[in-house]
């Protein structure tokens, strides 16, 4: 049995039964119902046209389940509307499926649930364990969603921007569970960029493709942070980190700049240096004018403070730091790092721990609790 064939079909199918006239929440049941048929009846008796056995066996699913409902009032349209038997339509609803579940009526945490859903193909089991909590959680959560897109309008689905922020969440989930949320973001992106032709959605693929090319240097063996200027780049993904060069300077040749080009753009300066001493810190600085005029964010000028601090030293980075808000995630971090390069190993030891208390996550605090204690222990010598 073929899952991934599976996976990959099943966006199709739900959109076909959507496009039918089956709200979004009982065609998804539907079509997951379709799926365990074809687990339970397809290893013995495989059919031709998997697709539209698929959409065949859906279909009538749902019929099933709208005739088990008290709501009849339109069966016997559906009825005569029900797909013949034999090959399906080479129609491929995936992207309005996307728009769908980027509903601008659902949180940004539904949307990517949802989105993981129905058009990932990933259990609920599979999603629940990616992001820690339980499976009834993660199940509740996804069904508010399916219940609000059923009472949307499918003419007035999330724009470009709405999608290419949930793709971008989940990507920056990383990995964690028996999902490579990462790897799906790729997956879905690379879908999205196959069916719909615009820069920022090339430029969110380049982006994923050039942070995922670093991935096994993040790490040590022992699952601590390696920062971006420790790491072994002769682990980097030589193959990954030309694809997206590829894809984004076709998107930049385009002349329609957006964040997501922007960043990209950052992270392909880092791949093309050699070594961390001979990053393009001033191009750089360049690159993040550019995306601080496009999206005015305190975090892109954060990220900037240090750029500026590597290209004109630490002092002119504390400069910019200073006139930003001290309660910024990471803002005390990026203030120790620019007090050590200064040489105040006092004060950049206790920025270092104060950050520490402050991390978002596990493998960061250490990370700084680690740096504080080396930054002590150099004191003491």
Known sequence: MDEALLRSLTPSVLGILVRRGADFAAAEDAVQDA??????????????????????????????????????????????????????????????LYFLCAHPSLT???AVALTLRAVGGLTTRQIAQAYLVP????????????????????????????VLRVLYLVFNEGYSGDVDLAAEAIRLTRQLAAAI??????????????????????????GSLVPLAEQDRGRWDTEFIAEGVQILQAALAR?????????????????????????DWVQIVEWYDELAGLTDSPVVRL?????????????????????????????TAVAA????????????????????????????RNHLTRQAARLNARRQR
């Open 197 to 222: 032709d615009h820069p920022e959605v090339a430029g969110l693929l380049a982006l994923m493709l050039l942070h995922h090319a670093r991935r096994t240097a993040r790490t040590a063996p022992d």
């Open 303 to 331: 990220n900037r403070a240090v750029a500026v601090g590597e290209a004109d030293g630490p002092r002119a980075g504390l400069a910019e730091l200073a006139a930003l808000d001290d309660s910024l995630p990471r803002h």
């Open 255 to 279: 002349d329609r700049l957006g964040e997501f080009q922007a960043q990209a753009a950052i992270a392909a300066l880092h791949a093309d240096a050699p070594t961390a001493e001979e990053t």
């Open 108 to 110: 940004p945490s539904s």
């Open 35 to 96: 799926l365990v048929e074809a687990l339970r009846v397809w290893p013995a008796d495989p059919p031709r046209d998997a697709k539209g056995w698929l959409v065949t066996v859906a279909w009538r699913k749902f019929l099933d389940a709208t005739r088990a409902d008290a709501a009849r009032r339109r069966r016997e349209d559906l009825v005569e509307e029900e797909p013949a038997p034999g090959p399906a339509s080479a129609v491929d609803d995936t992207l309005q």
């Open 337 to 364: 790092y620019l007090h050590e390069r200064d040489g105040d190993l006092s004060t950049a030891a206790r920025l270092y721990a104060a950050a520490a208390q402050k991390a978002p996550n596990l493998t960061e």
């Open 135 to 162: 499976e009834a959680t993660m199940a509740q959560r996804i069904s508010r969603a399916k219940r609000t897109v059923s009472a949307v309008q499918l003419d007035q689905p999330g724009d470009v921007a709405t």
